[in-house]
Every structure is written in C-alpha cells, then in structure tokens.
C-alpha cells in the first residue's frame, strides 16, 4: 500500500521569508512518481513538479526548489521568498509504475498562508 | 485549449437521490481521470478511462456509482441513491497518454 504524510497542515509566514513543506511517503515499488501540486483558492490543482524515482537530483524552478531524498522517503518543497500569492494548500503525491503514476496517492495538505 | 470543465460547479441534493455530474477534458486528451476529495483531505483516486475503456476503478467506487466516457470525449458520473458520506468535491482530470493531470475546477456536491 502507498501512503503520503505532510504532518505540517498549516504554515504561516510572512512575505519574504523561506519556507520549506515536507513530504514522506511510503511505497513498496522500485519505481514510483512523485508529484506536488497546488491548490488556490479557486479550487484547481495545478501542476508543479513530477520526479521518478531513479532520478535524485534536487531540482529548482525559479524561487521553487525540491529535494528528493530516498534514504529518507522524503521529498521537501522549499519556496524561497514567499510571496502573498503562494497562499494555497499545497499536495505532495505519489503514485506506482502502472499507467507512468496518474493514479495518485495524496497526502493530506499543507496550507500555507503567506501575509503581507 | 480552455482546460478542463465541469458542470455543475455546485448541487445540493436530497439524501436518496440520484445525481449526475459531467466532465469535458481538454480536447485531445485521451485519459480521463475521476477523483473525490472531502473537506480539508487530499483527493482520492475515484477512476480512470483510457479513450471510452474503464481501465481502473477505486474500492472507493462503490456500487452506487457508476462513470462513462461513451465516446472517448466527455464523461459522466453518476451517484445513485445518495448518502450523507457522498458530500465532497467531485475532481475531474485529464492527460494526453502518460503526461501529468490537468484537473478541473470540481463539482461540489452537498447531501441533505
């Protein structure tokens, strides 16, 4: 069985700061995705980042950056200098080899609130 | 590409009552996948179709409920003889082949 853990449900910050959610997953696969997504206000989830799980390069895409680590079953988001509008909940999930992992398992959210 | 819709965004029902959602994913995506998410959860993986097939299907799926996808396009869901439990956001998403989801903006669904 697959499962997420975000254990942090609520974060707040304010404007500028750094701010890292966690992620730890569990998995019996070999091969297996990895998957953040966000969800504003509007309800949609977007698309952030999806890794596999043979490739443990940290990766950075403008002020977001993620750090995968196997030995610990985590993969951390990190948001540097938050902005007001990266308020949302945000979603780490993770899904198995079948179908390349659109059938997902998600944690259960971090809600991070950034304030002016 | 106006992304995924859904229709309604919202609908109030009667415990008992059967109720139908629809989806149209972006058009040349040929999966299409169903998820539900309760207040303050994550979603849960519901079902998914690969052009009109209905590849997989959650335990969450029980009998009273019932997706189609009868031309490859759009789909629907059905909830027959709805419970109290049923109350969430009905997510609806879609993918060109094994691509990440692009997801619609939901049906919230709401069980008197």
């Known amino acids: 069985a697959q499962k997420v853990t975000q254990a942090q449900t609520e974060i707040s910050v304010v404007e500028k700061e750094d701010v890292t959610l966690d992620c730890v997953y569990e998995t019996r696969d070999t091969t297996y995705y990895l998957f953040w997504y966000k969800q504003p206000p509007s309800g949609e989830l977007v698309f952030l980042i999806r890794r596999n799980s043979f490739d443990e390069q940290n990766e950075i895409s403008g002020r977001y950056s993620w750090n995968f680590q196997k030995s610990t079953s985590s993969f951390n988001f990190t948001i540097t200098a938050s902005q007001v509008v990266d308020s949302a909940v945000y979603f780490c999930a993770l899904s198995g080899p079948n179908n390349a992992g659109n059938m997902l398992t998600f944690g259960g959210g971090t809600r991070l609130m950034v304030k002016p | 590409d106006t992304g995924v819709s859904q229709d309604p965004r919202h609908k109030i029902t009667k415990r008992g009552q059967n109720v139908t959602f629809r989806c149209d994913p972006i058009?040349?995506?040929?999966?299409l996948y169903w998820y539900r998410q309760t207040l303050g959860q994550g979603p849960e993986f519901l079902t998914y179709f690969q052009n009109e097939a209905q590849l997989e299907k959650s335990r969450l799926l029980s009998d009273r409920f019932s997706a189609e996808r009868p031309k490859g396009s759009f789909s629907t869901l059905e909830i027959q003889r709805t419970e109290q439990g049923d109350s969430a956001m009905y997510l609806c998403?879609?993918?060109?082949?094994?691509?990440?989801?692009?997801f619609g903006n939901g049906t919230r669904l709401t069980v008197t």
């Open positions: 058009s040349e995506h040929n999966r």
């Open positions: 998403a879609s993918s060109f082949s094994q691509a990440p989801l692009h």
